[in-house]
């Protein structure tokens, strides 16, 4: 017998202030934590024992910390160009 289902009808979600919220640690790092709705919903086919709606909502975090000497590095096969091309021949002086 499978278990019933409760159904949601998918909400817009849309930010009313800032999205990120910036802290600086003690060693003069910066951490920045981004929020974002990933998936909004209000159940069309129950109630929460009080009465009030029942939301579903899914929400990503994105960290991004910032060093204090503000310095990273990537490896040179990430960069993406092609090396110089050498010349076939040697340029002619006259």
Same mark, same amino acid.
């Given at each position: 017998m499978s278990e019933p289902q409760i159904e949601f009808r998918w909400l817009d979600a849309k930010c009313t202030g800032s999205d990120t919220v910036i802290f600086?640690?003690?060693d003069g790092a910066v /951490?920045? /934590?981004k /929020?974002?709705?990933d998936r909004a919903g209000v159940a069309t086919n129950f109630t929460n024992p009080d009465g009030t709606p029942h939301y579903n909502i899914g929400a990503g975090l994105k960290l991004t910390v910032i060093p204090a000497n503000r310095k990273f590095s990537v490896p040179k096969s990430q960069?993406?160009?092609a090396p110089p091309k050498r010349p076939d021949k040697s340029p002619?002086?006259?």
């Open positions: 600086r640690l003690e /951490v920045k /934590v /929020v974002d709705i960069i993406g160009v002619v002086i006259t």
